[in-house]
Every structure is written in C-alpha cells, then in structure tokens.
C-alpha cells in the first residue's frame, strides 16, 4: 500500500549560515553603528538584541532576507514579543518550530480526512504523520492539497513508498 510521511523540520546548519551571514552584514552595515547589534543562536531560539525597536526590527529583517536566501522557510521563526533589556536596549526571542504537536496533527488529519480523495488514512506517528491509500495519485493529491492549505509550519513530505 503506498504511502508517505509529512514532517516539520528545520535545517540547523542553514539556520546557523543565515545567522552568521546576517550577524556579519549587520556588522558592516552602517545605519548600525553604535546600536550594539546582537544575534545568538541555541539549539531551539535566535535572541536579537539592539539599542531601540526600529533597529531591532530591522535585525529582523535582515535575518529574514538570509533566511529566505538559505531556504529555510519563515513559518520555521515564532516571534516572542519584543523586551526591554538591560542598558536600554530591545531584545526579541525567535522560537525555531520544528515537529508537529499534537494540536497541528489533528488539524492535519481532520484536513486530509475531510479533503482527500475516498481511501486516504492518516495516523500520527510521535512528531510525523503517515498517510496511506490504495493509489499514488490519491497520494499526489493530498500532497497538493496539503501545500496549497496553511498550516502555519513549514511541512515537508518523504519517505514516499510504493
């Protein structure tokens, strides 16, 4: 019986590259100067900091465009709410979304199973879902359907097996 999986993953080495290429335009840019720009990276967030909100929000954009260039899709960074920091500076925590919860899972399948072609069966698996039909071309067609809906995370479909 043919299926696949549907998963939310972000690449870290190219959330890693687009920090580091962002980290040294800001460095060199000049409408930064003197506004103490900062971006840190861990496993799970990216944390901006800069000396008022209008810079900040341009850290983020910056941070957006080396995104956009790496591929990684913008549905991957959560955005926290901007903070006052010490020294009167603004920090920003970004999330990095990656798996799909329970919540999203549901949505998922009650999406595939109201959408589908007659035949589709999805079940959770931890953070992925598996779909199975009888047909490939019924699995095309939640593939499209899937891509074409928002879901708010970035989806990824693999492992297709015949």
Known sequence: MPSFDITSEVDQQEIRNAVDQATREVVNRFDFKNTDPSIELTETSITLKCSTEDRLAALRQVLEEKMVKR???????????VEE???????????????????????????????G????QSQTQGE??????????????????????????????????D
Request: proline letters at 2%; charged letters at 25%; one cysteine or more.
């Open 128 to 161: 992925q879902i598996r779909v199975t039909a009888k047909k490939r071309d019924a699995l095309q067609d939640v593939i499209n359907a899937c891509k074409e809906h928002d879901f708010d995370i970035p989806l990824q479909f693999g492992n297709f097996r």
């Open 71 to 81: 591929g990684v899709s913008l549905k991957a960074l959560d955005y926290g709410t």
């Open 117 to 120: 072609p007659k035949g589709v």
């Open 85 to 115: 920091a010490s020294g009167a500076t603004a920090r920003q925590v970004v999330t990095l979304v990656a798996g799909i919860n329970s919540d999203k899972a549901k949505q998922i399948n009650k999406f595939i199973k109201e959408n």
